[in-house]
């Protein structure tokens, strides 16, 4: 059982919603962290949740287009907090 100052660590990992972005989710959810997964696609994004939680990870699907400052600015202002950012960087065409 958690003591009252103990908390879930939280993670953002972007292009979370394929290749080594997923498995690097996956693999911090195994350890715990409760996982925001940054996708610009809803559908993949969503996709990408289902499968981890059907892991039994703690996962969320958080809208995220780093080439779209709107998106960066509604992403902040839903995340409360965080202690690990992983930015998956692809230069593949989507």
């Known amino acids: 059982m958690k003591n009252e100052k103990e908390?879930?660590?939280k993670a953002l990992v972007t292009g979370a919603n394929k290749g080594i972005g997923f498995e690097i989710a996956r693999n911090l959810?195994?350890?715990?962290?409760?996982?925001?997964?940054g996708a610009?696609?809803?559908v993949r994004g969503q996709a990408a949740v289902?499968?981890?939680?059907?892991e039994g990870l703690s996962t969320t699907?958080?809208?995220?287009?780093?080439?779209?400052?709107d998106s960066l600015h509604t992403a902040a202002k839903r995340i409360d907090s965080l202690d690990i950012l992983v930015?998956?960087?692809?230069?593949c065409p989507q």
């Open 7 to 9: 908390h879930t660590m």
């Open 29 to 37: 959810g195994k350890r715990g962290y409760d996982i925001l997964i």
């Open 40 to 42: 610009r696609d809803k």
């Open 50 to 54: 289902e499968e981890l939680a059907a």
């Open 61 to 69: 699907y958080i809208k995220i287009d780093l080439n779209d400052f």
């Open 87 to 91: 930015h998956e960087l692809c230069s």
